[in-house]
């Protein structure tokens, strides 16, 4: 049997009291439970006391006063907290295996949907590559996804046929037309097949419908260039130097939002020759290919605003009646044209302009700022031109040509050029009365 104070003292079971060296009662409160308290040696041991009151002896008894019993009980700290120190410890690995395969099986979902969903990247990329087909897009399991996937299709099926649509019906007009899309976002541009024939571009730079920007850039700078403005808003590309009717004329409307430009190119050229055609036969002479009355009054109301002195010359070719007569018309067609190549020899639109006028009469205007007298002689040089100048006909006979003319000098003999002609005119008409005594067949306007 131990003593109480020895016992207690000790912090240990009693088989452990012999190892405790001068243990401590660290506390003797109930924290730790009812009589229980703890013991902490000098080397650091700590121990958990149980004490338990016994009574052997009857409260009569002798020794009821003077003797006392108390069990105690000792365990080291380290025995009752080894099982929890293996539960942690177990707790510990179980957690961190859970976290790991946690991890790995996440990785492993990661990994799997994003090479899927980077297998559906691609085919978008496709999609940029080549608009001219429509995209397929893969299957990533993901039903959401999936389904979004045939959506795309459908919708990018439906933008496909009807390009190709609108390619083939800009290709089946009649009258030569080719469009272009530019997205501001894209480095190409998008074309109809007919685009090739219409700017007579090399095939090989068109690419599944496209053209790299750039390079429509320069095409399209190049045919809206400053000096190719032509007829109402019109281009006029591809002509021949000197010749104002070769070539083609294209008209371009476009229309721009924010994120796009769409533009038409018609080629006009049938309708722009048709039309130069058509002024041509209005403002010339059909047979001499001269201007005709009507052009000749245009230019020269314009001309007499803007010059010193002019001279008027009515030509009268006094033999085409007896050719056509005796020799027929087309021979006298011949003489026509004889006369107008001499008569327009001179023609510059400077100060010389000749127009045939009716049948047998021609007029030419000289003007600028010269005296009257130095046109008056070029009348002269040019009708002795004039006199010089032989048809032969069918049966081999040399004719040459006779002809009259009437003068009338601006602004002294008229103000304007209807004043002129009246002029000229009338010094033909009294000359023809006198029989012709003037033997040079020019004759100049005097009040008669």
């Known amino acids: 049997m131990i003593d109480l104070p020895n016992a207690i003292a000790t912090g240990a079971s009693i088989s452990d009291i012999e190892t405790i060296s001068h243990p401590v009662i660290v506390s003797l409160d109930n924290d730790y439970g009812q009589n229980a308290s703890i013991l902490e040696a000098e080397n650091g041991n700590r121990s958990y006391l149980y004490t338990h009151h016994m009574a052997f002896y009857d409260e009569q008894s002798y020794f009821a006063e003077s003797e006392e019993w108390?069990?105690?009980?000792?365990?080291?700290?380290?025995?009752?907290?080894?099982?929890?120190?293996?539960?942690?410890?177990?707790?510990?690995?179980?957690?961190?295996?859970?976290?790991?395969?946690?991890?790995?099986?996440?990785?492993?979902?990661?990994?799997?949907?994003?090479?899927?969903?980077?297998?559906?990247?691609?085919?978008?990329?496709?999609?940029?590559?080549?608009?001219?087909?429509?995209?397929?897009?893969?299957?990533?399991g993901i039903k959401e996804i999936d389904k979004l996937s045939e959506i795309i299709e459908s919708y990018s099926e439906n933008i496909t046929v009807n390009s190709a649509k609108k390619s083939k019906i800009v290709d089946l007009i009649s009258n030569p037309i080719a469009t272009f899309e530019i997205s501001k976002n894209e480095d190409k541009v998008f074309v109809s097949n007919s685009i090739v024939n219409i700017l007579q571009l090399n095939p090989a730079i068109i690419i599944n419908g496209y053209i790299n920007k750039n390079e429509w850039e320069e095409i399209y700078a190049e045919i809206t260039a400053s000096e190719n403005i032509s007829y109402e808003g019109s281009y006029h590309i591809n002509k021949e130097s000197g010749n104002e009717n070769s070539g083609q004329w294209l008209k371009i409307n476009t229309y721009e939002s924010d994120k796009y430009i769409i533009g038409v190119i018609t080629d006009i050229s049938e309708q722009i020759l048709e039309r130069k055609r058509l002024e041509y036969e209005r403002s010339h002479d059909a047979l001499t290919g001269i201007i005709n009355r009507r052009t000749f009054l245009l230019k020269t109301e314009e001309i007499l605003g803007n010059c010193k002195n002019a001279v008027v010359a009515l030509w009268d070719i006094k033999n085409i009646k007896f050719i056509n007569n005796k020799y027929g018309h087309e021979n006298g067609d011949k003489l026509i044209k004889a006369a107008t190549r001499v008569l327009d020899s001179v023609s510059n639109d400077r100060h010389t302009i000749t127009a045939r006028l009716s049948g047998d009469e021609f007029v030419t205007i000289f003007f600028g700022e010269k005296d009257v007298s130095f046109y008056k002689n070029e009348v002269r040089n040019l009708y002795e031109l004039l006199s010089n100048v032989v048809v032969e006909t069918p049966d081999g006979t040399e004719i040459k040509i006779e002809a009259a003319v009437g003068t009338a000098c601006y602004p002294f003999d008229a103000p304007d050029i209807k004043g002129l002609l009246r002029c000229t005119d009338s010094t033909l008409l009294n000359n023809k009365n006198e029989n012709g005594r003037h033997s040079d067949g020019i004759f100049e306007y005097k009040a008669y």
Do not use: C, Y
């Open 70 to 140: 108390l069990l105690v009980g000792t365990v080291p700290e380290k025995f009752i907290t080894k099982q929890s120190t293996v539960v942690k410890s177990l707790s510990v690995i179980i957690m961190a295996t859970a976290t790991l395969v946690a991890i790995l099986v996440s990785v492993f979902v990661i990994s799997s949907s994003t090479s899927k969903i980077s297998k559906l990247t691609k085919s978008f990329e496709n999609l940029e590559k080549d608009h001219s087909k429509p995209v397929f897009l893969e299957r990533v």
